[in-house]
């Protein structure tokens, strides 16, 4: 049995989804509290799957950890449970350092006490994978080398701070107390089963609705994309052989404007479905005011992952943009399942000014 937090979430669900298609995979425990984020529905196809235990719960609750530890007996735990929109972080961080910080404080704490009691065996085997960002090095220049796992840590937002604080648990837990972590920084994420309030899903959701297409500032800031079973296959490969107390760095050699995103985004739809009205979808591109604090580069040295344990992902970003939006446009249903209650009231907030 494995435990992983947050799999409700985007990467989560992915992951959770991901790991039990593989052959003699192992149970899954999947506790997540559903903020408006998190989504059973992303989770419908296991239903009926005893393999997977689903409890709504919260990572801060250290009485429901130590229960689930106690009950289930797991050999790994997955950490994926945050708040991870940096806009949300700019519009209130109190969340962000709450689950973020004091939740990885409480999920460490737990894992140490049960980890501490295993019989040695297990002890020896036992893993505490902290899924984490490259947002956490901060901001690039255009002719900065990437972040690599020994660059500085300089976050810029209350959200990265938040997971570089996490980051700096985990650490800590490792060295003092020798608990077997793993650490990964991964770039953006982008794929099936994201909340649209990040861009790629929010561009295809507000383009076929005929809404502006919302570009902060010029639209030059630079993102490395990574699609999300590529993140799933590194996190299970990072699981499986990665060295205790390391950081390992996960990226897709995508290195893309946010303008050009964008573009291509609205190439796609234009094939795939165009509009009634014969126009472009770019002509709703729309420039906006700058997110606060924007950080300008990102890009990831994927080197040590892919030298050491092996890994390299398998889609391009041609690949899994194609198939990104062809998954929107094939789930109406799940579109309005997550575009009704709390995504509503976010947008509305949020765009209120
Ligand atoms: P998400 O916002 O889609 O999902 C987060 C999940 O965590 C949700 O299901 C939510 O209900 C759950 N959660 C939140 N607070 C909780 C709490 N207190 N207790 C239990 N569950 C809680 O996030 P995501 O994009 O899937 O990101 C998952 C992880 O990956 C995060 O740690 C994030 O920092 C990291 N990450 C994300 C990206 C990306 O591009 N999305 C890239 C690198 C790393
Ligand atoms: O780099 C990894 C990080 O990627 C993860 O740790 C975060 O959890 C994840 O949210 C993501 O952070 P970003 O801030 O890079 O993602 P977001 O989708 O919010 O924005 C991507 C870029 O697009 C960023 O430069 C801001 C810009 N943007 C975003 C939105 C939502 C726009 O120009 N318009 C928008 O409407």
Redesign the pocket.
Known sequence: MILVTGGAGFIGANFVLDWLAQPGSEGVVNLDKLTYAGNRHNLASLADDARHVFVQGDVLDRALLDRLLAEHQPRAIVHFAAE????RSIHGPEDFIQTNVVGTFRLLEAARQYWSALPAMQKEAFRFLHVS???VYGTLSPTDPAFSETTHVAPNSPYSASKAASDHLVRAWHHTWGLPVLTTN???NYGPLQFP???IP?VILNALAGKPL???GD?L?V?DWLYVSDHCAAIRRVLQAGRPGEIYNIGGHNEKT?IAIVRSICALLDEQRPRADGVGYASQITHVTD?PG?DRR?AIDAGKIARELDWTPAETFDTGIRKTVQWYLDHPEWIAQVQSGAYREWVAKHYAG
Do not use: A, M, W
């Open positions: 991870s929109h940096v806009d960002t490259d947002e991964c770039s953006n309030e990040k861009l929010l919302p570009i902060y639209g800031q993102r946010n997110r924007h990102y």
